[in-house]
Every structure is written in structure tokens, then in C-alpha cells.
């Protein structure tokens, strides 16, 4: 072997890989991989492109629903809304990023989620957001985090004109040195724009539009550069990316004036791993090779490697395959938008991608092997410990009169507004807003026909903490809950598993347990998974994050004009709680105030009775014998008769039911409800 | 009565803007590279923001090839509205008075805030009556309106200060709580509010609906009539 040879064997662990996992290119290539072919594979095997432990245990989400258009495995996930209409939707982490960089890590998982959406053919028509800090009184840095994320997000939403409808933060120690910045989005298109990622077509060409390539983002490669090829200075530059929402929202405009123009076979966004990614995704799933021409790339920095270009995670770019004869039109649509766009290749028969720099290829890998042939670990998953997670610092003894307590929990860092928050989102661009936050359990939006969709998003990852089958399930039944509130019936759902190091088995026990309960709960409410993202890693030296799956709904009501608030509306309505309700204070907000340790079971889930109640209070508000709904969850009954208050600005006369802790919960079963006496009788 | 919204790349309330427009009259977008007005009866340079606003707020659009033909148009007397981003633009072309400032908070702010009409009776507040009150949302980072004393109280002694903020309500930091204000002439009017997102009450109000029929029924009297 020749000492180059050599030297790259070990570079693969550098770049991530596992000895066996090398060992398994060399076999599938039968041969030794060349710098740029190994940086590719190191990106398509790593855990973000590859899937590498979650893979086989996302099979068990289910996947069918009468209304699913497009599933998990395209950019975005896509169901019928009726009216020949269809909203592509998903959600994504953008954690890491957010933690070096709060500001650019949190406005490019925007940026990033947007180009998902659009991908498919979806204009993007609503953003919402789950956070997750350290706690706000124990930390400046979490402060510092959630003011800059916030300011981000605000950035790139409110300046593309997009509106962020909704979200949710939590605070909690766990998430101290790795916060979560979950964006999903939501897109609307006519059936008959979305468009697959496949390319497809032996001659067709392959386009690059958006931004110019350059040397940020480059995430594992960095490595590679600082260890071989030289130049330690620009390994050292911020591997985050800088996000120009003036770029994309030009670039957005684009790409659905080609995809109504009929000009496009297939199109992908560029996000993680950049044009590898990309590229390999395209041809695998059309069953085709790709050639990439990277001298045709334009580039930011003129003397890029080529390693560089393939794995640059440059901001606000697409990836499209055209006809040739349709070249010069889409090339039209791009300069009146003025949108640089660029033929850097073309799609071939077989199964090669093949990168061509200065007229020798640089890389000639198998699509298979980029794609399918990237390894699958099966978990070992053990109990977590139940001293797995510190307790936190009491605030409160627990003897104290229901009124403080009360007034406890709602200053609290995950119960008080969320105003100073949502107040920096624009939330009513594009016109389709009728329920913004604050006036209802989930955003509304305006379809053209009258009717609307509803979306939320939900994950309490110290119940999960608790329990990771049943806190995961309640993730699913809250979203529910807060559509029902509105007067929204399911179609689908997104999810984000945010986890720690599923190496670790405590962590692949989280792991197991909470897709099993999301699982069970999609399937007793029949609401399939369109797709999603999974975060793993996230890990400090004092241990994982709470096990945090991230759940984003997405339901219809068919009169924007009865969407329910969740506000008391009329003195003198009666208020009732429905609902099958035992809730406990086992992994609750007050539990925390106490000074108690996620630990514990948490109250048991009738799935039938839960979604007999869904439907029976979606009715009632659909039909205005409701004239508020507002689902009971942090902070129990009393916290959530608080917030019916506090929106609707009237006050509350009530006594609890018999055994009902005023504080305790069970989120997703229950429901505060307000109408006239005798709608609320029956 | 044609109204003619300006498209800036990067615009982001144009749409709405057109859609608010087309429901008192007839409502075209005028690309920004453009030099033709397309015979429009009335102008609104809509919020959002143009080439991305990374320099000062309206700056560059300024010089966009289409304000050439919106500042001839302006100074022949025709009606032009700038909501927001839109206002920010009009301030920079100098077709209106004062300037548009950072808000005091440093961030940006999305309210629905409460409006008093200080001047009914203009063609933007025609169909509205002075000391009237309207809800209308602002959402901005920069919408301090600003002028030094003596021009507010040329501003105010002229009747051009047309919405102010009601007590309690200015999100920004406008000095004495301006909120929309009109040129000399009375034909050119910006306000930082967006009344193209008040004009149905299922999405909050239809107050802001009252900007869009005063401009209607003056281009009709005076100009069409």
C-alpha cells in the first residue's frame, strides 16, 4: 500500500466511519475510495443522511391514510385538503447549529425546513417553532440562547413572508448545553404541482439554482480538510451556515413559476451534506446516474476543492432536472427573478454518480452504494436508570394554599406568555391567519374555499423523561386535543425525535419506547406519519436531553368561520370539563416547582375513549354550541382555566370534580369547555 | 378604479395588499423593473420588504426603475399609498415628510394596535370621520416615525398627520404617537399599520378596509368622474 493510501484509512475515522463501516465501502467498491468519493460516503453513511440507528425503527410509524399524498421519504410529506388542494408539511431539528450559533443556527432551520416545503411544490404558507433552553433563571446562556433563536426565526420568517403561526418553548436543565430548535413548515400546492425528487430521463440536465457555492457549512469535511488536504485555517471558520432570506424567498418565487410552467422533471433542495446529498437522493430514487460537472458550479470562492463543493451546505439553493428543450425558458424564469441558475450536469442510464472536475472524474460511486448500502444498527436498548436526570431546584415546599401555587405555576418559565416571543413573528402575512397565538389551542388558516386547516405542535419532553411510551403517546393525543379545540379533524403528522446517543442503551430504551407510544397513538387515531426527522446526539457530558419527540399536527375544519377559540366568550356561559380525565402530578409542571425528579408512571390512556371525546368536542365546536374549547395540560385544570380567562378577559366560578387535583395532569384527554347551559348538558 | 400594487423582489405583502385592493375595486402588481404604470387610478407601495432591506429599510428600492414613473405619477397629483415597508420607501424618495426609525425596543413587533383618524375627510380617510377609532395590526423593525420638533408642529398645524396611535397603543416609539402621514399635497400618504390586513373580520377586523374605499370614492369623484 502506498502511503497515501494508507493515510486515508485512517481518515475515515476522522470523518466518522467506523473501521467496519470502511471496511464495507472497500467491499461494495472493490477498490480504495479517493478523497472526494470518501467525504461523500462519510456524509451519506453518517447518522443525519443515512439513518443509520433509526432507520429500521421508524418502520413501525405508521405510514397509510385515506388522505396521504406523499409520504415519509420525499423532501416534505403532502395530504388532501379537498378543492384540489394539498398541504406538504414536516419538521426538522436545526439543534446543533442553534447551539453554537443561535441567530444564523436558528433562521437557516427555517431557511432549511422553507426549501423542504417548496420542494414538493408547495408554496410555504405557515412556519411553527419547538424550542427547548436551559433554565432562564439559572443560566445567562440559555438566555442568550432563546433571545437570539427567537430573533432568527423572526428574521427569516417575517422577512421571506412566511408567517410562524404557532410553536412552544420549554425550559428545562437538561437542555443546558444542547437546545432544541425544531422548525416545521407547511405548504400549500394544487395536486397538480407536487413534484417528486426522482430524476429521471437518460439526457435530461441537471440545474443549480439559488446562491453561490462557497466554503460554509462543511460540516464532517471539515475534518478532512484540517487532517489532509491542508489549509487548517478554513476548517477552523464557522461551520454554521449564514442564512439570506432575500435569496430564497427570490428563490422560492422561482421555483414555482417553473413547476407552474410545467418546465421541471424533478426537484430538491440542497440542505444537509449539500449537493452529495442531493445528487445521491435524486438519482436513487429514479433508479438513474447523475454526471456533475463541479467547473460549472459557480462559486463563491474560486479555488474550492472538490470535495469542498460537493459537501458545502451553502444556504438557499435547489437542485432541479429539465428536458433540454425546456433549458432556455427555465432559464428565462430564472433572470426575471434574478435567480442565478447553472446546467452543472446531466441524468445518465445506470447507476453511477459521477463527478467530473477539469475534465477527470473525481469520484465514480454507485448511487447504490451512496444510498442503500449504508449499514443499520439495530438498538440495544436497556432501562434508563430512574436517576438518569438531576432534580431540579424546588421552588416551592408543596404546602402551600391552591391560590399560590397557582399563581406559582403561571409565572413559571414554561407556563407564563409566550407574548415577548411571539410578538417578533409576523403571523399574519399571506392573509389565511384566523386564529393566531394566543386565541386558540392551534393556528387557523383560510383556504380559498372557505374552509381551513388547523396545525399544532407538541412534545413535553419531561413526561417523556418519565415514561417514554406513554409521555410520546400524549405528545400525539395533545396535538389531537388542540385541533379538536378548534374544530379540526387529523390527516397527518410530522415528527422530530430529539434524543441523546442511541449508542447509549438507556438512550436506545427512549428511543424504542417513545416510537413505540407515538406508534400506538397514530394508530388509535388513525393519523399517519408523512414524514419527519430525527436528532440524535444530543448529548453533553452531564448526560442526554430529556427524550423529546416533537409532534406537528396537521387537521381540517370545513368553516373557517366556526374555528373555536379558546378564550371564555360570554358571561354567564357555563363551563364544563370533558373528557376521560385520572391525571396524576407524576412528571407535571407543579412536580418540578417541588423539586421532583422525572420519575414515574404516567396516568394510563384510554385511546378509544380519548378519541370519542376529540370527536365529540370537535362537533361541538363545528356546530357553535361550544363557544370555547382549551385542552388541559400543563398545569392541570387550574392552570387551564387561568388561560380561558386570560384570552377571553372574564373571570371563573367553578368547583373541581371530586378527586381532581387542581394541578395535576394528563395532557390530551381533557378539555375546558364554555357555552350556554344546555349546550354543555348533553 | 384600478389600483396598481408596486412588486419589489423580496415583496411579501403584495399579494395581500392586492387581494385588500380588489375588494373595493380592480387591483394590477407593477414589476419593479418596469416603467409603465399600466394606467393605474391610485399607487400602494405595500409592506414586507424590498431587495431584502439588508441596507436601511427602503433604500435601495427607492431607485427601483418603477418609483421614476410612482414619483411622476405622485407629483401629477395621483393618489399614492405606502403601508409600512411601503411607507419606509416613500420616506426615502422623499415624497413624504419625516423619517422612519429602529423601534425604541430594538425588535421587531407584530400587535394589533388601536388607531385614532386625527383628519377625516382626505382622500385616504374619506370614508372614515375624525376622532374615529380603528383596530389595524403593525408588524416592523423599523417604524419609529421621527421629524425634528418644528416639522411636527408643521406637520401637525398642516393637518397631515393623519392616524395617530391611541393611548397606550404606540408599539415604536412614534414621536407624539404618529402613525400615518400625508404630503403636502394631501395625494401621497404612509402609515406604518397594515390596513390591507384588517379587512375581514374573520381574520380580526375589516377596519383597515376604510383606507382602500376612501381612496375609491376620491379617485372616482375627482379624478374618474
Redesign the interface.
Known amino acids: 500500500m502506498s502511503s497515501s493510501t494508507s493515510s486515508l484509512e485512517s481518515r475515515h475515522r476522522q470523518l466518522g466511519l467506523t473501521d467496519d463501516e470502511y471496511a464495507r465501502i472497500l467491499d461494495r467498491l472493490g477498490r480504495t475510495p479517493g478523497d472526494v468519493e470518501l467525504a461523500m460516503l462519510s456524509l451519506m453513511w453518517s447518522e443525519h443522511c443515512g439513518y443509520k440507528h433509526s432507520k429500521r425503527l421508524l418502520r413501525r410509524l405508521p405510514t397509510e391514510g385515506p388522505h396521504l399524498l406523499l409520504g415519509p421519504g420525499e423532501n416534505a410529506g403532502a395530504v388532501d385538503v379537498g378543492g384540489g388542494l394539498a398541504v406538504a408539511f414536516k419538521v426538522e431539528s436545526h439543534n446543533h447549529p442553534s447551539a453554537v450559533e443561535p441567530f444564523q443556527g436558528a433562521a437557516t432551520g427555517v431557511g432549511g425546513i422553507l426549501r423542504d416545503v417548496f420542494a414538493v411544490g408547495a408554496r410555504p404558507i405557515a412556519v411553527l417553532d419547538s424550542l427547548r433552553f436551559g433554565e432562564p433563571s439559572e443560566s445567562a446562556r440559555s438566555r442568550y440562547l432563546l433571545e437570539r433563536a427567537v430573533a432568527g426565526i423572526g428574521f427569516y420568517g417575517n422577512s421571506i413572508g412566511v408567517p410562524t403561526v404557532g410553536g412552544e418553548i420549554y425550559f428545562e436543565s437538561s437542555y443546558e448545553a444542547n437546545c432544541l430548535v425544531n422548525a416545521m413548515c407547511l405548504g400549500l400546492a394544487p395536486h397538480e404541482r407536487l413534484i417528486r425528487s426522482a430524476a429521471a430521463g437518460a439526457g435530461n440536465v441537471v440545474v443549480l439554482l439559488g446562491a453561490l457555492t462557497g466554503r460554509d457549512g462543511i460540516g464532517g469535511a471539515s475534518v478532512l480538510a484540517s487532517a489532509e488536504l491542508g489549509d487548517g485555517d478554513e476548517a477552523k471558520r464557522p461551520s454554521v451556515q449564514i442564512g439570506d432570506p432575500f435569496t430564497e424567498k427570490k428563490l422560492l418565487e422561482c421555483c414555482l413559476e417553473l413547476l407552474d410552467r410545467g418546465l421541471l422533471v424533478s426537484l430538491q433542495d440542497l440542505g444537509a451534506a449539500g449537493l452529495t446529498s442531493a445528487v445521491s437522493e435524486m438519482a436513487a430514487r429514479g433508479g438513474v446516474g447523475i454526471t456533475l460537472d463541479l467547473c460549472q458550479i459557480p462559486l463563491r470562492e474560486p479555488d474550492m476543492e472538490p470535495f469542498e463543493i460537493m459537501v458545502s451546505e451553502s444556504q438557499e439553493r435547489m437542485l432541479c432536472v429539465a428536458r433540454p428543450e425546456c433549458v432556455g425558458e427555465l432559464l428565462a424564469v430564472c433572470e426575471h427573478w434574478e435567480v442565478l441558475a447553472t446546467t452543472i450536469g446531466c441524468v445518465t442510464e445506470g447507476d453511477s454518480l459521477s463527478v467530473l472536475h477539469r475534465g477527470s472524474a473525481v469520484a465514480e460511486v454507485p448511487v447504490s452504494v451512496l444510498v442503500d448500502d449504508c449499514p443499520l444498527y439495530d438498538l440495544e436498548p436497556s432501562p434508563a436508570p430512574s436517576d438518569l436526570y438531576d432534580a431540579p431546584i424546588a421552588v416551592l415546599s408543596g404546602s402551600e394554599p391552591p391560590a399560590e401555587i397557582l399563581l406559582a405555576l403561571l409565572r413559571s418559565p414554561n407556563l407564563a406568555s409566550r407574548r415577548p416571543v411571539f410578538e417578533q413573528y409576523d403571523p399574519i402575512v399571506q392573509s389565511r391567519t384566523v386564529r393566531r397565538p394566543d386565541e386558540a389551542d392551534a393556528a387557523v388558516l383560510m383556504l380559498p374555499d372557505g374552509s381551513a386547516i388547523a396545525v399544532s405542535i407538541d412534545g413535553n419532553g419531561r413526561r417523556v423523561a418519565c415514561d417514554p411510551r406513554r409521555g410520546a403517546a400524549e405528545a400525539v393525543y395533545e396535538c389531537a386535543a388542540n385541533l379538536a379545540c378548534v374544530g379540526a379533524e387529523p390527516l397527518g403528522l410530522t415528527n422530530c425525535l430529539n434524543f441523546g446517543n442511541p449508542e447509549k442503551p438507556h438512550v436506545a430504551w427512549q428511543l424504542v419506547e417513545a416510537v413505540e407510544g407515538l406508534a400506538e397513538a397514530c394508530e388509535s387515531l388513525g393519523v399517519p406519519v408523512v414524514g419527519g426527522n430525527v436528532s440524535l446526539y444530543n448529548e453533553a457530558p452531564s448526560g442526554p436531553i430529556f427524550p423529546t419527540p416533537v409532534v406537528g399536527m396537521v387537521g381540517k375544519l370545513p368553516h373557517a368561520s366556526a374555528a373555536g377559540r379558546l378564550g371564555f366568550a360570554r358571561d354567564g356561559d357555563a363551563i364544563a370539563l370533558v373528557g376521560p380525565f385520572s391525571p396524576s402530578l407524576v412528571g407535571s409542571e407543579l412536580s418540578k416547582l417541588r423539586g421532583e425528579a422525572p420519575v414515574g408512571e404516567l396516568p394510563d390512556a384510554d385511546p378509544r375513549a380519548i378519541r370519542v371525546v376529540h370527536e365529540a368536542v370537535r362537533a361541538r365546536i363545528r356546530a357553535g354550541s361550544f363557544r370555547s374549547a382549551h385542552d388541559v395540560a400543563e398545569g392541570g385544570v387550574g392552570c387551564a382555566l387561568a388561560e380561558c380567562c386570560v384570552a377571553g378577559g372574564l373571570g371563573a366560578s367553578v368547583r373541581l370534580p371530586r378527586g381532581i387535583d387542581a394541578f395535576a395532569e394528563a395532557p390530551g384527554r381533557a378539555f375546558i369547555v364554555s357555552g350556554p347551559r344546555e349546550a354543555l348538558a348533553g | 378604479m384600478k389600483f396598481g400594487i408596486v412588486r419589489f ?5 403584495d ?2 395588499a392586492l ?2 385592493a380588489t375588494r373595493v375595486g380592480e387591483a394590477v402588481l407593477l414589476w419593479h423593473g418596469d416603467h409603465d404604470l399600466q394606467g393605474v387610478d391610485a399607487v400602494i407601495v405595500p409592506g ?2 424590498s ?4 441596507l436601511r429599510a427602503g433604500a435601495i428600492a427607492r431607485f427601483a426603475p418603477v418609483m421614476a414613473q410612482v414619483e411622476e405619477f405622485a407629483r401629477e397629483g395621483g393618489l399614492v399609498l405606502g403601508i409600512c415597508n411601503g411607507f419606509q420607501v416613500l420616506s426615502e424618495a422623499h415624497l413624504l415628510p419625516g423619517a422612519l426609525l429602529p423601534n425604541v425596543s430594538l ?5 394589533q394596535v388601536e388607531l385614532e383618524v386625527v383628519r377625516g375627510g382626505t382622500p385616504f380617510t374619506g370614508a372614515s370621520v375624525s376622532g374615529a377609532r380603528l383596530s389595524i ?1 403593525v ?1 416592523h423593525t423599523t417604524g419609529r416615525f421621527y421629524a425634528p420638533e418644528p416639522d411636527l408642529d408643521r406637520l401637525e398645524a398642516a393637518g397631515q398627520v393623519l392616524l395617530r396611535y391611541a393611548p397606550g397603543h404606540n408599539p415604536n416609539g412614534s414621536l407624539r404617537d404618529i402613525a400615518g402621514v400625508c404630503n403636502e399635497a394631501g395625494n401621497v400618504f404612509g402609515l406604518m399599520p ?1 390596513p ?2 384588517a379587512v ?1 373580520p ?3 377586523s375589516a377596519d383597515g378596509l376604510t383606507i382602500f374605499e376612501s381612496m375609491r370614492a376620491h379617485v372616482e369623484q375627482h379624478v374618474l368622474a
Request: proline share 7%; glycine share 14%.
Open positions: 423582489p423580496g415583496s411579501c405583502d399579494i395581500d387581494q385588500a414586507g420588504f431587495y431584502g432591506d439588508y425588535k421587531f413587533v407584530f400587535r395590526p408588524k397594515h390591507e390586513h375581514d374573520l381574520s380580526g
